[in-house]
């Protein structure tokens, strides 16, 4: 499948992207548009990984006040909590709709290689980056691990490069970084 949006082959994302979709882990977000550089969702990204571990059913029921019964994350979501994939964002919510940051996904992206039973013991010194301060205490070590195991770069901007935690990861960053995980993580 071609879309309109797609970046060339040279591109940073190109390969990414073209392994999400291989991989049946992607969607389009129409029938001719990827939206690369579109935010990706809580929702998305657990769905991405319920699809890597072959949708399967969930045991029992979804918890979560905000998701309701029959869209198409909710077995996803269901599945991930019940694997320990995600806890949620407290108050018995998941936000499913809320862009997902660049250090929920390495806390998401921890969780899934913690369950499928990977070594996730690499830790990365994240103090050469300028906003290594900026992490939150919950997302350190994830994100800590995340960037020794490859998954996770800085991003520059201003000319600096920077990890920017709170940041919305793109459609195209996530299919990158989890064509890295088959990479280094699954392959290692």
Not at 40 to 52: G, N, Q, Y
Not at 133 to 158: F, M
Request: hydrophobic share 40%; proline share 4%; aromatic share 10%.
């Amino acid at each position: 499948r071609r879309f309109t949006d797609m970046p060339a082959a040279g591109n940073w994302a190109h390969a990414g992207i073209d392994f999400a979709l291989k991989q049946g882990l992607f969607n389009g977000m129409s029938s001719t548009t990827f939206e690369p550089d579109g935010s990706m969702t809580r929702a998305m990204l657990v769905t991405v990984l319920w699809r890597l571990d072959g949708s399967r059913a969930p045991a029992g029921r979804n918890t979560f006040t905000d998701v309701p019964g029959g869209q198409w994350f909710t077995d996803a979501v269901t599945w991930a909590a019940e694997n320990g994939v995600v806890s949620g964002i407290g108050g018995g919510c998941f936000a499913p709709n809320s862009n997902v940051t660049r250090e929920q996904t390495a806390v998401i992206l921890f969780n899934y290689a913690h369950s499928r039973g990977y070594d996730v013991g690499a830790r990365a010194d994240l103090s050469a980056f300028p906003d290594a301060g900026s992490v939150s205490g919950w997302a350190q070590d994830a994100l800590s691990w995340a960037n020794a195991a490859g998954l996770i770069n800085g991003t520059v901007y201003g000319g600096r490069t920077i990890l920017d935690p709170q940041g919305s990861a793109s459609r195209a960053q996530v299919a990158k970084i989890l064509r890295s995980y088959a990479e280094h993580v699954v392959n290692a």
